[in-house]
Structure formats: structure tokens, C-alpha cells
């Protein structure tokens, strides 16, 4: 997590993995799509090449999370971000503005991946497989053991240790040089 930061080179693998995962699932009928995370603490140093990386990819089966963490001026990343020269692939969020609300963070994150996947299929000219038809009797029903709860903590001694309801206890005790 030093500087410079360039995300270049893992744009270009990441949409060379995701171009051929679709060119298999597709010759057996199916659909893949790609969601590259990355997480910083630095703004992007190559903007340029950043540019032109993700031009290259918005043809891909991808979508791409930039999640920065940390006071560093993320300026360069909404120009990024904002960018509109191309199918819109990349999303930028900014940890600190989300990081005491999880929820929020998870829908800022999350939010823009679904219209970027339809997109990218529509475009592509790749409608959705039909629905899976399942008559009643083919649901397979296994009766499941009742819910089992255990309660994890630490012993006096900082060992791991497990509770359950039915009294049982477990110990972890390390083996030295851990």
C-alpha cells in the first residue's frame, strides 16, 4: 500500500480473465460476469493510462470497485469515476465517507454493478436464459439436524474457546511459537 499507485496492469488481467470466462460459459449456453475490488489508500498516479486501461476493459464482462481508504485527496478518482466516453465500468467509493454505516457503505459499493451488468449483456446482444421450470415433486427435502449454538470467546489464559448449549466446551490452545 505504497505509492505510486497504477491499477493498470490488474484492469488488463482482470478483463482478459472475465472476456474468457464468458467465451467458455457461452459455448456451453451459460453467462459469466466479472467484479474486480480494489482497495487503496492511494489515488491513482497514471491517470492516462487508467483511462485508456478501462476503455479497453468497458467491452469486457466486468465491473470494477475502487474502494480508497484512508485522508489521501481522491480527486483523481471521481475523474475516474465520472468519466463518460465509454460503458460505465467503474465505481469509486470513498471509505471514510461510509465507514461508520455499513449499510451504506454496502449500497455505495454495490449500487451501480447491476445496471453495469445488464449493459453490458444488452449490448452484447445476450438475453437471460430462460427460467428454470422445477415441478413440486423434484424439490428434494432433507430433514436438517436442530440449529446448534456455540459461543465463541477467549479463556483467562487468551486461548480460544467454544461454548454450547448443551454444556460441552472446547479449548484451543496454540502450539508454541504462534
Same mark, same amino acid.
Request: aromatic letters at 8%; proline letters at 5%.
Given at each position: 500500500?505504497?505509492?505510486? &499507485?497504477?491499477?493498470?496492469?490488474?484492469? #488488463?488481467?482482470? +478483463?482478459?480473465?472475465?472476456?474468457?470466462?464468458?467465451? =467458455?460459459a @457461452?459455448?456451453?449456453?451459460?453467462?459469466?460476469?466479472?467484479?474486480?475490488?480494489?482497495?487503496?489508500n492511494?489515488?491513482v498516479?497514471?491517470?492516462?493510462?487508467t483511462?485508456?486501461?478501462?476503455?479497453?476493459?468497458?467491452?469486457?464482462?466486468?465491473?470494477?470497485?475502487v474502494?480508497?481508504?484512508?485522508?489521501?485527496?481522491? &480527486?483523481?478518482?471521481?475523474?475516474?469515476? #465520472?468519466?463518460? +466516453?465509454?460503458?460505465?465500468?467503474?465505481?469509486?467509493? =470513498?471509505? @471514510?465517507?461510509?465507514k461508520?454505516?455499513?449499510?451504506?457503505?454496502?449500497?455505495?459499493?454495490?449500487?451501480?454493478?447491476?445496471?453495469?451488468?445488464?449493459?453490458?449483456?444488452?449490448?452484447n446482444?445476450?438475453?437471460?436464459?430462460?427460467?428454470v421450470?422445477?415441478?413440486?415433486?423434484?424439490?428434494?427435502?432433507?430433514?436438517?439436524?436442530?440449529?446448534?449454538?456455540?459461543?465463541?470467546?477467549?479463556?483467562p489464559?487468551?486461548?480460544?474457546?467454544?461454548?454450547?448449549?448443551?454444556?460441552?466446551?472446547?479449548?484451543?490452545?496454540?502450539?508454541?511459537?504462534?
Amino acid at each position: 500500500m505504497s505509492g505510486p &499507485t497504477s491499477f493498470t496492469q490488474v484492469i #488488463d488481467t482482470a +478483463s482478459s480473465f472475465a472476456t474468457k470466462a464468458q467465451e =467458455e460459459a @457461452n459455448q456451453e449456453g451459460k453467462m459469466k460476469y466479472g467484479i474486480l475490488l480494489i482497495i487503496t489508500n492511494g489515488t491513482v498516479s497514471d491517470v492516462d493510462e487508467t483511462l485508456a486501461s478501462l476503455e479497453k476493459a468497458s467491452d469486457a464482462p466486468l465491473s470494477i470497485v475502487v474502494v480508497c481508504v484512508g485522508d489521501n485527496d481522491f &480527486t483523481a478518482m471521481n475523474e475516474l469515476d #465520472d468519466q463518460r +466516453s465509454y460503458r460505465d465500468i467503474l465505481q469509486f467509493v =470513498e471509505f @471514510n465517507a461510509h465507514k461508520h454505516d455499513s449499510n451504506s457503505l454496502t449500497q455505495a459499493t454495490l449500487n451501480e454493478i447491476p445496471g453495469q451488468l445488464v449493459g453490458y449483456f444488452q449490448r452484447n446482444g445476450i438475453n437471460p436464459s430462460p427460467p428454470v421450470q422445477v415441478a413440486e415433486d423434484e424439490i428434494l427435502y432433507v430433514q436438517q439436524q436442530e440449529d446448534i449454538n456455540l459461543n465463541f470467546g477467549f479463556d483467562p489464559n487468551g486461548n480460544i474457546s467454544v461454548a454450547g448449549d448443551s454444556g460441552a466446551y472446547a479449548s484451543y490452545v496454540p502450539p508454541s511459537g504462534y
